[in-house]
């Protein structure tokens, strides 16, 4: 894949939601910077203050806490679901990140500088509408992760996981999955088995 191609696939994505001119683009594409990711490498680390934004162009992204040594997935970012990478909190309040965002399936991403991706804002109005409408598509996301753990069963949380990451399930460690559902790796063995059979 050629520049011209990762930098397309970033813009399809923001073609969904707005219209953006030729010179939006042209701005966007120069603060660009291609970056690859192995397995276990880690693009944020707990205590650094996240200053980019990265959109996914290939593989697949974990972000989680430590809590007394254990770890807590909070969600996956991936191609097709929540593309942009970030530690948002820190991003956006410039503290340190209470969050590690760790490569599980190597990949690509692009990225850009906050302060770059916020001076779009002042130049360009359709990037500014692009930014209130993914703030609020992840405020969304957040208060459905919310409800997810506190109204729903662990089945039912797992029947949530399958349709909103239907490729991630071969493609991850599964207690990765077990973390972001906030139960056993056992628990979801006898899920994952109950659910077969029906």
């Known amino acids: 894949m050629n520049t011209l191609q990762e930098y397309q696939k970033l813009t399809d994505f923001i073609s969904k939601w707005i219209k953006p001119s030729d010179e939006d683009l042209e701005q966007l594409h120069s603060k660009l910077v291609i970056e690859n990711y192995g397995k276990g490498d880690v693009l944020i680390k707990q205590g650094q203050i996240c200053s980019s934004l990265k959109f996914v162009i290939?593989?697949?992204?974990?972000?989680?806490?430590?809590?007394?040594?254990?770890?807590?997935?909070?969600?996956?970012?991936?191609?097709?679901?929540?593309?942009?990478?970030?530690?948002?909190?820190s991003l956006l309040k410039a503290q340190p990140s209470n969050e590690i965002i760790e490569c599980i399936v190597p990949g690509k991403v692009?990225?850009?500088?906050?302060?770059?991706?916020?001076?779009?804002y002042n130049i360009s109005q359709s990037f500014n509408t692009f930014g209130r409408l993914m703030a609020e598509f992840n405020y969304i996301l957040a208060i459905e992760r919310i409800e997810s753990l506190q109204y729903l069963s662990a089945s039912d949380r797992y029947e949530k996981f399958i349709k909103l990451y239907p490729d991630l399930l071969n493609m991850i460690p599964h207690h990765y999955i077990s973390s972001y559902l906030g139960i056993t790796p056992e628990s979801l063995s006898r899920i994952r088995k109950v659910a077969l059979k029906k």
Do not use: C, D
């Not at 692009?110 to 302060?115: H, P, V």
């Open 58 to 89: 290939s593989g697949v992204y974990r972000v989680y806490q430590l809590n007394n040594g254990k770890e807590i997935t909070s969600y996956f970012n991936y191609e097709s679901r929540n593309p942009f990478i970030a530690s948002f909190v």
């Open 110 to 120: 692009l990225s850009i500088k906050y302060s770059y991706w916020t001076a779009l």
